[in-house]
């Protein structure tokens, strides 16, 4: 077969181009990532001859093999596992075949972040550019016979060819080194490296010796970190170990390692990673923690290990109560992979837990990175949603920090039966909604959730600790009880006395607006606006409803309650004018500019600007607003 001479995805080139400017911070992370691949290259295998026993014929053993030849600037990284055929080099090293990819380049070159981004995507490969300016990739998939060899430079193609003379099995990388990066030729600095970053590698990483009367030299000490005791493991190898097995290059930001005993038997390794991962909310995203039976590598993808909230840890979790053929179906309905979920997802939160008691400020960070994730657990796992509300920490309108459920129950006001939410997009625009006004007037803190899970676990959580959680938008609230200080014996609670001219308003922008809003009414809630639209509180919350829309889960809207502020300037004014004589039109015009006015506040499109904006200029040339 003829040179097949290929383009690179379009990313993949923008990609080595930015890996091209060193964007790590040390080059010589390209070994360990070269070695990691190999690594798990030979746990695929492992895998796979469970049920393939042919696959391994008599190479049973699996090792990384490193060779360094100064002469020919050469450094050459070899495994023994599963390997590739053409169509998985295309798809490996040509392309990077992951939904997300534009927006992920994008990321990188906004941010300039490439090392934590590059490891966080796994496309650590293409490190490899960073020291050599020529990458040869041999390769033969294991169970086939033909070779392949896949040659490139980086700028833009690559080459591949049948190959005769690639390995028997696994996969074969030679680096032609750039002339200022041959210190990576000395068999101390690869030693260095290895000890480094890769001693937590269960597969035996082999430096190959120079002369045919010396033994070849182990690099590392080739057993699964996690099964080793704990006090003989350091920081740095947990660290490096957290950085091989989550594919990233940030600081762990928790680890938990576990051994259960007993009915069943596992270990754990987890973290959580101190950055968040580009793809945390991807609908293809793969899950980060390992399913390894007796030490032997299963699968990536067990998406029945954990449940999807706590999908940004990171680890491996290694169970001795499964067979090591397990099948995918086995893994999906098997009733011990279940409970250890439930005892691993109990863990986990107990030592959040922990950490959001013994050190808060700390617990904020991991809040403010994963705690949109975490809040999906709240309408998904009934069971953990005790402990989950309890874990949770929001925006308020009364404090700069975060605040807990069980705090904020704390500092209710007298007469308060309920906490108070309000959703949307922006918690900087919401502690703006006139909703909001006459909370603030007597100080009651409103919750500021602009996630958007919020709406959906509002609508499956009734209450926390016997407080029911109420939305600010829907008519229903009474504040006039609320805060209040308690009566002398025998006084008599003010009245307020009617302002005839404005009922008189409110009926005319009832029979103006008609059909437009279920109701119009005097607003108790609002100081400063002069209107606002709230839900009734039998409808759906009016930022969920939206919510709904956009996703085309609803084709309808529900017409809204108008509230309208009896104590505003412009209202008292627009009063005045009822029953006048010629005002009748220019009222009319008011109350449709009102109700726009609370679509633009609720930040809902107008359904007719060419007629907002006549009717404005209308109003201003006639002076009524000036006035």
């Not at 070159?109 to 490969?125: R, Y």
């Not at 833009?156 to 032609?176: C, H, K, M, N, S």
């Not at 080793?228 to 350091?234: C, L, S």
């Not at 039976?293 to 029945?304: G, L, Y």
């Amino acid at each position: 077969m003829a040179e097949e001479h290929l383009s690179f995805q379009a990313e993949v080139s923008r990609l080595l181009d930015i890996v091209a400017h060193s964007l790590y911070s040390e080059k010589e992370i390209f070994l360990r990532e070269l070695i990691s691949n190999a690594s798990d290259a030979c746990d695929r295998l492992r895998h796979a001859a469970l049920t393939q026993s042919d696959l391994l014929g008599e190479d049973t053993t699996f090792k990384i093999r490193l060779k360094a030849d100064p002469a020919a600037k050469t450094l050459t990284v070899a495994d023994n596992g599963i390997g590739m055929n053409r169509e998985e080099l295309i798809e490996n090293l040509g392309t990077i075949a992951r939904s997300g990819t534009a927006a992920f380049v994008q990321q990188l070159e906004s941010k300039q972040e490439g090392a934590n981004l590059i490891g966080q995507f796994g496309v650590g490969f293409y490190s490899a550019f960073m020291v050599a300016e020529k990458v040869e990739v041999s390769t033969r998939r294991a169970g086939e016979d033909q070779g392949w060899k896949w040659t490139s430079d980086g700028k833009g193609e690559f080459t591949i060819v049948e190959d005769d003379a690639a390995p028997a099995r696994g996969t074969r990388i030679v680096l032609q080194l750039r002339e200022a990066e041959v210190e990576y030729l000395d068999p101390s600095r690869i030693r260095q490296i290895v000890a480094t970053y890769s001693d937590h590698i269960a597969v035996p990483v082999v430096l190959e010796s120079k002369k045919e009367d010396e033994p070849d030299e182990t690099l590392n000490a080739a057993s699964a970190l996690w099964t080793r005791p704990k006090n003989e493991i350091t920081e740095e190898q947990y660290k490096e170990f957290y950085h091989h097995v989550g594919h990233t290059f940030d600081e762990p930001w928790l680890r938990l390692h576990f051994k259960a005993e007993g009915v069943m038997e596992y270990t754990g390794l987890l973290f959580i990673p101190s950055q968040k991962p580009f793809d945390l909310f991807h609908p293809d995203r793969k899950p980060g923690v390992r399913l390894y039976v007796k030490r032997v590598f299963i699968t990536d993808d067990c998406s029945e290990l954990l449940p999807p909230y706590l999908r940004f840890l990171r680890g491996i979790v290694d169970t001795e109560d499964l067979p090591l053929n397990v099948s995918r179906e086995l893994l999906q309905n098997n009733p011990r992979l279940a409970k250890i979920r439930q005892a691993i997802c109990k863990k986990v939160l107990g030592e959040l837990k922990k950490k959001a008691e013994k050190a808060p400020e700390d617990y904020a960070k991991f809040w403010d990175t994963f705690g949109a994730v975490l809040k999906e657990g709240l309408y998904e796992d009934g069971q953990q949603r005790e402990t989950l509300l309890e874990l949770a920490r929001f925006r308020s309108t009364t404090r700069d920090g975060l605040v807990s459920l069980a705090d904020y129950v704390a500092a209710m006001k007298p007469g308060q039966e309920a906490i108070f939410t309000i959703t949307g997009d922006d918690p900087a625009a919401l502690a703006k909604s006139p909703q909001l006004e006459g909370f603030a007037a007597k100080g009651i803190e409103v919750l500021l959730l602009s996630d958007p899970v919020d709406d959906f676990w509002l609508s499956t959580v009734p209450d926390y600790d016997g407080k029911p959680f109420k939305s600010v938008t829907r008519g229903g609230v009474d504040l006039e009880k609320i805060g209040e200080a308690e009566k002398k014996e025998g006084e008599e609670e003010p009245k307020e006395e009617a302002d005839p001219t404005v009922d008189s308003l409110i009926a005319f922008v009832k029979l103006t607006l008609k059909d437009t809003v279920k109701d119009v009414r005097a607003s108790k809630r609002l100081t400063s606006s002069p209107v606002c639209l709230v839900a009734d509180d039998g409808d759906l919350d009016m930022h969920l409803e939206r919510l709904l829309k956009q996703q085309n889960q609803l084709d309808h809207t529900s017409s809204r309650i108008l509230e309208i502020n009896p104590d505003h300037a412009l209202v008292k004014a627009l009063a005045g004018q009822v029953g006048k004589d010629g005002a009748g039109q220019t009222v009319e015009d008011a109350a449709w500019l009102l109700l726009d006015q609370a679509r633009i506040i609720e930040g809902e499109p107008l359904p007719d600007a060419a007629a907002f904006s006549q009717r404005l200029c209308k109003l201003v040339e006639k002076g009524l607003l000036a006035g």
